[in-house]
């Protein structure tokens, strides 16, 4: 009886001694890039609205309507075709890719893996400065704040007429 708790205790510790024990495992890894980095990588930078997905799984393409362009040879307005690359696109929605061109203007997204393309946000516009092609995000606030000034200063002008 004795000699069966004893296995039973070691067959115990045996299992969990290997159970706790770290196997080594291997997994993808990224070097991830900041933003200057991938931009200075990247052939074409733009910020985009999904318009259309093509049918398909391994070479499924991603029709975009140009927004705004912060480097590359494209024009805002024109649609885009992207290669999936590991990045999956959803209809309708706005997104700013970085891209590599592959051959003859064949355009092949940068995998959000390790890179930066995501959907377009405030912060990802404001790292990436004034586009070369359409409006920087500020330009409407500060046409809007110079015709207040405008307006205002109209304002204290007649005012002061009046009173004079």
Known sequence: MKCVGIWVVSLLIVVLVVGVTPLQTEALSCNYLSIEEEL???????????????????????????????????????????????????????????????????????????GNTNEASFSLEWKLGSPTQGMHMLTPWLISLGIGCIVFIIYVIKRKRKRS
């Open 40 to 114: 200075e990588k990247s052939d074409l930078v733009f910020k985009g609205k999904v318009v259309r997905v093509g049918d398909g799984y391994v070479n499924q393409k991603y029709t975009f309507d140009v927004k705004k362009v912060w480097k590359g040879d494209h024009n805002i307005g024109e649609e885009l075709v992207l290669d999936k690359g590991f990045i999956n696109f959803n209809e309708g929605v706005e997104y700013i890719v970085f891209a590599q061109n592959i051959f003859d203007n064949q355009y092949f997204v940068t995998p959000t893996l390790c």
